[in-house]
């Protein structure tokens, strides 16, 4: 297939989904000699749009997107939440639904690609580890309590341990025998990746998110790769912890969403 054109580094969700690094859903307007591309990411929660519409053929662009609609149907997900890195594609898209209740919002992306310094004190209680070899296979295995919130990552964003170990990251926070914190690369494409966190409720505000972020962070940096750090203006606390660990505003766009059915 020659997606080639349709691949962008500023968006690691969609173009790692597409080049077939990360897993995810994707369609294409033509098989052969596609133009278009929708990418779903469990971890994002919504579908990235990149390549273009050539003026003139929108309908066939409503058509390809209500097919789309179907599937996103099938899967129990009833609302269309989309960003394309053109804004002129969203422009485009919007006037075919204008029957819909369309809401936005902002989303932004950061990026640090230098190491930390001094690391966030952190009780003893508490071990961080990165997730690979035994590690990854004890938590398959289910050897640690709380072991989903490592697993529902990496069954919907990796085929399989051969391509997370090549191509992704992950730390997790353990307290006794209980997985309490992870951060995780849900995709991929080049050098740059693209992370989700996440702290179980009652062991938040010790300070994990920021010492997860730390420790990827300076590992990340060792080899060359860059973290990108997206979240929607709504995610206040994600954009808490972003500012405190001093990560720089890379790009903003706007994040759109509607009712399917």
């Known amino acids: 297939m020659k997606t080639k054109k349709l691949l962008d580094n500023r968006n690691p969700s969609t173009a790692g989904i597409i080049a077939g690094i990360c897993k995810g859903d994707l369609w294409l307007n033509d098989h052969k000699n596609p133009t278009l591309a929708v990418t ?3 971890c994002v929660g919504g579908c990235g749009i990149a390549g273009e519409i050539d003026n003139g053929r929108e309908y066939e662009v409503k058509e390809f997107l209500e097919r789309v609609f179907e599937d996103l149907l099938l899967q129990g997900i009833d609302y269309f939440e989309f960003a394309s890195e053109d804004p002129k594609i969203c422009k485009q898209i919007l006037p075919l639904f204008s029957e ?3 809401e936005s919002e902002e989303e932004y ?14 009780s003893d209680e508490y071990v961080f580890q990165e997730v690979k070899d035994s590690l990854l296979d004890d938590i398959i295995a289910n050897k640690f309590k709380n072991n989903q919130i490592f697993m529902k990552r990496f069954i919907h964003s990796w085929e399989g341990k051969e391509k997370f170990l090549k191509y992704s990251k992950a730390f997790v926070a353990i307290k006794a025998d209980r997985i309490v914190g992870v951060i995780f690369g849900s995709a991929r494409y080049e050098n740059v990746i693209t992370i989700d966190i996440e702290v179980e409720k009652e062991d938040r505000k010790q300070g994990l998110g920021t010492r997860l972020t730390q420790i990827m962070v300076n590992e990340c940096v060792k080899e060359d790769i860059i973290i990108q750090w997206d979240h929607v203006e709504s995610n206040m606390a994600s954009a808490r912890l972003a500012k405190k660990c001093e990560f720089v505003l890379f790009k903003k766009r706007p994040y759109y969403w509607f009712k399917i059915r």
């Open 109 to 122: 992306s950061y990026r640090r690609e230098n190491a930390f310094d001094e690391m966030q004190d952190i």
């Open 100 to 102: 819909k209740v369309i």
């Open 40 to 42: 779903y990411s469990y």
